[in-house]
């Protein structure tokens, strides 16, 4: 089997969900208008063409020229439907296994502008501080207007060691900056910064930056490798991860939670309808659990916290995530090594709560301030996440070995999920003792 058809049984959501065969395609389709409205419809369109063709001020050929009907049509529909061709079809496969060149931005449309869904940690955009929520309102001094977001990753991708410079609008601000950023050859690793936080308290913490192939894995070494120090809760940060895999977030969720509905979808047709349960094999320890969330947890993220905080498994902390509730299905073009990737259905939490749009609220709240995020930002590239401080503002802390220096950083949201699973800890032992 070639690597392009086995990579459509890949599941990926934001991503892909799963292939619609041309039959099944027929069989799930509504009653149609009858032929005569197709036909006059289609001679339009082949008349449109044709005027193109012999009257355009230059040759057009005709295949880019399809081509770019086909994107016009699906652009039309939702910000992530899209026609992919056979080069991006190539780079989409390999997106899959968390490699790829460029910048290591997740863009999407948001109210008609190119926007920062989130910059993967560390890499050359986030170092080069580009924010969630940034608008990017040109590219190389080319604006953005009217641009799709497949057209938008064709520029931004490139060759390592090339440089692209965006024109953006931070949030909060009045005036776009421009930012130059080097591209480079972008690796997302599935996990980072395990540690113990808290020694007295024995908190553990993970931060899981995107759903590939090995992120299970590598979530599984982590969690064993915390065990090993005695952990006996955990911080699972999902802050900044854009999504990735929808198996993968179904077998994170699965990992904490023994039983029950994790996400089900629902389209316009019953073969959309799908439920994910939940296993007890290989569920993790009952621990204490902390999900913190920003407004750059999107997709397969999404798909973890919700399930987590239906199942009252453990507690989001942070602000409300990004609200990426659909579902994409890769759909192969016979004999052309095209496809389309078309939003085909709409996944729910176990409570039912349609998150498209709307996203997940967090259990407890804790915003950050514009500065704040960009020191977010700023210390998790310097430390890899690995040395974040986590006192509290007023009263010193021993969780990490830092100096006492006044003005530095201090990751406010870690530092509010430790002191509740402190509290937590402390009020188990008075039950206990009662």
Partial sequence: MSATRSFFNFIWIVIIFFSLTPCSLHAQTEKKPGPDVYYQDFEEFITVIKEIQDKYVDEVDLRELLKSGYKGMLGSLDPYSQFIDSKHLEE??????????????????????????????????????????????????????????????????????TKVTLTVLHEGERDPVDITIERAKVQIKSTRGTRIVNEESKIGYIAVTG?????????????EELEKQGMDSLILDLRFNPGGLLNIAVEMSD????????????????????????????????????ILVNNGSASA????????????????????????????????????????????????????????????????????????????????????????????????????DVSD??????????????????????????????
């Fill in 92 to 161: 989409l496969r390999i997106e899959t296994g968390g490699v790829f060149e460029g910048l290591g931005i997740e863009v999407v449309i948001k109210d008609g502008v190119l926007t920062v869904l989130t910059p993967i940690v560390d890499s050359p955009a986030f170092r080069a501080g580009v924010f969630i929520g940034d608008r990017i309102i040109k590219i190389d001094g080319e604006s953005t207007k009217n641009v799709t977001i497949r057209e938008a990753i064709e520029v931004l991708r490139g060759e390592p060691h």
């Fill in 211 to 223: 759903f590939q192939d090995n992120t299970i894995t590598d979530l599984d070494a982590s969690i």
């Fill in 255 to 290: 990992k904490f939670i023994k039983k029950g509905i994790i996400v089900y979808t629902k389209g316009r047709h019953k073969s959309q309808e799908h439920e994910y349960k939940a296993h007890r094999s290989g569920t993790y320890k009952d621990f204490p659990l902390i």
């Fill in 301 to 400: 993220s999404e798909i973890v916290a919700g399930a987590v905080k239906d199942h009252n498994r453990g507690l989001l902390l942070g602000t409300k995530t990004f609200g990426k509730g659909s579902v994409q299905s890769l759909i192969p073009i016979e004999n052309k090594n095209t496809a389309l990737k078309l939003t085909t259905a709409k996944y729910y939490t176990p409570s039912g709560t349609l998150i498209d749009g709307v996203g997940i609220e967090p259990d407890i709240e804790v915003d950050l301030t514009n500065k704040e995020i960009r020191e977010l930002h700023k210390n998790l590239t310097i430390a890899n996440a690995t040395d974040i401080r986590t006192k509290d503002r007023e009263e010193p802390s021993r969780d990490i």
């Fill in 405 to 434: 220096d006044e003005g530095e950083f201090v990751d406010v949201q870690l530092s509010r999920a430790i002191d509740v699973l402190k509290g937590i800890r402390v009020y188990a032992k008075t039950i206990g003792t009662d």
